[in-house]
């Protein structure tokens, strides 16, 4: 029997379904060769992008990559940021009613007999030019404060981590939604197609909330835009290397017969994943090479390693993976993002953030220095921040040397540097219990638009039709925050 005659009884349907895939080949060229499809990249108005779903930018785009330091557990913005010498004043006083407006409490918090104020023991100053107040947690960051933009209003709904990073990442307190790096890569596809256009990095051993991967996932997008976990070790990506006895020709052999294969599966049955599949392995392929030398910092100089600080030298460390996400930018990866847990101080607050100030301060600053003098932060963007803040009382007993501090999404404090945000600038204020916001107010789907906003991305415009929905990062919510633009 001839391999073609269950094509001989050609029906309308099939007719139909076979013309509407015809895409289909586009799409898979477009991703298993994205440069050779699109051409050189070279554009007129808009930039023209390079397997991206969106095929060129809304309007011209300030940020060409983006560097997200994310603090998982929640970093206390009064003993960081957000300066309110009240708090010393009325330290061990019960919060005012008038303050606390019978907002929602944790659990952990909401069956004490008395919320007490605990004012920061730690010293603040105003720095560079701008006036910005830091505590003395952060030396280093204190230096750069004038490359910095403050908002200083930040506010959220879950009060709790996971839905909180859920929240964050994705748009939703639900899990299921693409993460924010999965919809860059979606929407603007790729600069360097031996590389992923979502690389995540989480500093290991590392403790407290934990991490799952769909922070960094692609929910109901095509599997190729999840994130990409970079680890420490001999395998910095799982199941990258080649088992023993197959050599890179061989694997290329393999490569292309299943490529045929699986065309011949997607000509049949119209399934999206089947290309997506077929894009990860040949990035898969490619990145046997690129990763390697990604991860090799031995050409790095000693003047790196000493503005980094002693830590970037131990691979997995906060501070190596600072390192590791300059080489990235570097190599056009369109969105990094970094994980560092231990931010979640719910007693032992002056002892455990001076820990995680150490790991997380001067690496972070150099980061920002670094980008500068490579002429890089003028198309980068640098972001840091946690889920949700912390309470101005204490969380258990309040005492001289010690105290903790419970979850509080009404108001945080985030900071961004680089591409397209004025610098030197502090946007939004809180009460002078630091516990309400009292001037522009900047809600999660606000920042998540401003994001997009600075990648070229209309956040209502890009969107992906799901379950006989069109779902978007922000949901149906969301503002760009102007003010803060350079």
Same mark, same amino acid.
């Given at each position: 029997m001839?391999t073609?005659?269950?094509?001989?009884?050609?029906?309308?349907?099939?007719f139909?379904?076979? +013309?509407?895939l015809?895409?289909g080949?586009?799409?898979?060229a477009?991703?298993?060769?994205?440069?050779?499809?699109?051409?050189?990249?070279k554009n007129? %108005?808009?930039?023209?992008?390079n397997g991206?779903?969106l095929g060129?930018?809304h309007?011209? %785009?300030k940020?060409?990559?983006?560097?997200y330091l994310?603090?998982?557990?929640?970093p206390?913005?009064l003993?960081?940021?957000?300066?309110?010498?009240?708090?010393n004043?009325?330290?061990?006083?019960d919060?005012?009613?008038?303050?606390?407006?019978?907002?929602?409490?944790?659990g952990?918090?909401?069956?004490?007999?008395?919320?007490?104020?605990?004012?920061?023991?730690?010293d603040? /100053?105003q720095?560079?030019?701008?006036?910005?107040?830091?505590?003395?947690?952060?030396?280093? +960051?204190?230096?750069i404060?004038?490359e910095l933009?403050?908002?200083?209003s930040?506010y959220?709904?879950?009060?709790?981590?996971?839905?909180a990073?859920?929240?964050?990442q994705t748009?939703?307190?639900l899990?299921?939604?693409p993460?924010?790096?999965s919809w860059?890569?979606?929407?603007?596809? +790729?600069d360097?197609?031996?590389?992923p256009?979502?690389?995540v990095?989480v500093?290991?051993?590392?403790f407290g909330?934990?991490?799952?991967?769909?922070?960094?996932?692609n929910?109901?997008?095509?599997?190729?835009?999840?994130g990409?976990?970079?680890?420490?070790?001999?395998?910095?990506?799982?199941y990258?290397t080649?088992?023993?006895g197959?050599d890179g020709?061989s694997?290329?052999?393999?490569?292309?017969h299943?490529?045929?294969?699986?065309?011949?599966n997607?000509?049949d049955?119209g399934?999206?994943?089947?290309?997506?599949?077929m894009?990860?392995?040949e990035?898969?392929?490619?990145m046997?090479?690129?990763?390697?030398?990604?991860m090799?910092?031995?050409?790095?100089?000693?003047h790196?390693y000493?503005?980094?600080?002693?830590?970037?030298?131990?691979?997995g460390?906060?501070?190596a993976?600072?390192i590791?996400?300059?080489?990235?930018?570097?190599?056009d990866?369109?969105f990094?993002?970094?994980?560092h847990?231990?931010?979640?101080?719910?007693?032992?607050?002056? /002892?455990?953030?001076?820990?995680?100030?150490?790991?997380?301060?001067?690496?972070? %600053?150099a980061?920002i220095?670094d980008?500068?003098?490579?002429g890089?932060?003028?198309?980068t963007?640098?972001?840091?921040?946690?889920?949700?803040?912390?309470?101005?009382y204490?969380?258990?007993?309040?005492?001289?040397e010690?105290?903790?501090?419970?979850?509080?999404?009404k108001?945080f404090?985030?900071?961004?540097a680089g591409?397209g945000?004025?610098?030197?600038?502090?946007f939004?204020?809180?009460?002078d219990?630091?516990?309400?916001v009292v001037?522009?107010?900047?809600?999660?789907?606000?920042?998540?638009?401003?994001?997009?906003?600075?990648?070229?991305?209309?956040h209502?415009?890009? +969107?992906f039709k799901?379950?006989?929905?069109?779902?978007?990062?922000?949901?149906?919510?969301?503002?760009?925050?102007?003010e803060?633009l350079?």
């Open positions: 001839c073609h005659d269950h094509k001989k009884n050609y029906t309308r349907r099939d139909l379904t076979k +013309t509407s015809g895409m080949a586009l799409s898979m477009s991703m298993l060769d994205p440069m050779g499809l699109f051409g050189n990249g007129t %108005a808009a930039p023209l992008l991206g779903a060129q930018t309007f011209p %785009a940020v060409k990559r983006v560097i994310f603090q998982s557990g929640a206390s913005q003993d960081l940021f957000d300066y309110k010498p009240l708090l004043r009325m330290n061990g006083q919060l005012p009613e008038s303050v606390q407006q019978g907002q929602r409490l944790t952990m918090s909401a069956g004490q007999a008395s919320l007490p104020i605990a004012g920061s023991v730690f603040f /100053k720095h560079g030019d701008s006036g910005a107040w830091m505590s003395d947690l952060m030396p280093h +960051t204190s230096k404060v004038d933009c403050f908002i200083k930040m959220t709904e879950a009060i709790n981590h996971d839905p990073v859920t929240f964050f748009g939703s307190q899990p299921g939604r993460s924010i790096g860059v890569s979606y929407g603007l596809g +790729t360097n197609k031996n590389l256009e979502f690389v990095l500093t290991k051993d590392k909330q934990p991490l799952y991967s769909r922070s960094w996932g929910g109901f997008l095509p599997s190729q835009h999840q990409v976990q970079f680890r420490s070790g001999k395998d910095p990506v799982l990258l080649n088992p023993p197959i020709t694997r290329r052999e393999q490569l292309d299943l490529q045929r294969l699986e065309k011949l997607h000509d049955l399934d999206p994943e089947i290309l997506a599949r894009a990860q392995y990035m898969a392929f490619r046997q090479t690129s990763v390697p030398e990604i090799d910092t031995k050409d790095e100089s000693d790196i000493e503005m980094y600080g002693p830590d970037s030298k131990k691979p460390t906060f501070a993976n600072c590791l996400a300059r080489r990235l930018a570097e190599r990866v369109k990094i993002q970094l994980y847990q231990g931010w979640d101080q719910h007693g032992n607050l002056p /002892k455990a953030i001076k820990v995680q100030c150490k790991e997380t301060d001067q690496a972070t %600053a980061l220095t980008l500068k003098q490579r890089m932060l003028e198309d963007l640098v972001i840091w921040g946690g889920e949700f803040g912390r309470t101005n204490s969380q258990g007993q309040l005492t001289p010690s105290f903790g501090r419970d979850h509080h999404p108001c404090t985030i900071f961004m591409a945000i004025k610098k030197g600038f502090t939004g204020a809180t009460d219990f630091g516990y309400n001037q522009n107010p900047v809600h999660v789907h606000d920042f998540q638009a401003t994001l997009m906003h600075l990648l070229g991305v209309d209502e415009r890009l +969107t799901f379950q006989g929905r069109r779902y978007r990062l922000t949901d149906v919510h969301g503002e760009v925050v102007k803060i350079a």
